[in-house]
């Protein structure tokens, strides 16, 4: 069965533990692939009742996050963080290893 090597910050497993207390499914799907044409890759996170028997999971303090076979190329050596800035605050998922450069102008 494959693997992700996938780092989850403390900050990213506390809000996973808080979302944890209140569930709304059995897990939370986190999934990766090109977003457009151009190469840039985009992330999703999304509330999972099941996994299938080809799912990657990544056991958290809150939540087990699971992972498609589709997504783990994206995220292997990636890192999902949780932020609170001024205007925005929610999950941030970053692997320096996927190239993110856009040349089509819409991002």
Request: charged share 20%.
């Amino acid at each position: 069965m494959p693997t992700v090597d996938l780092q989850i910050t403390e900050a990213a497993q506390s809000a996973l533990e808080q979302l944890g207390s209140d569930r709304k499914a059995d897990y939370v799907r986190l999934s990766a692939g090109q977003a457009c044409g151009c190469g840039r890759i985009g992330y999703q996170m999304q509330w999972e009742p099941t996994k299938v028997s080809d799912d990657v999971v990544v056991s958290t303090r809150g939540l087990d996050l699971v992972i498609g076979p589709e997504s783990i190329e994206y995220l292997h050596g990636g890192r999902v963080d949780y932020r609170r800035e001024q205007m925005q605050e929610g999950f941030v998922i970053e692997n320096p290893n996927i190239s993110t450069g856009c040349s089509c102008g819409s991002h």
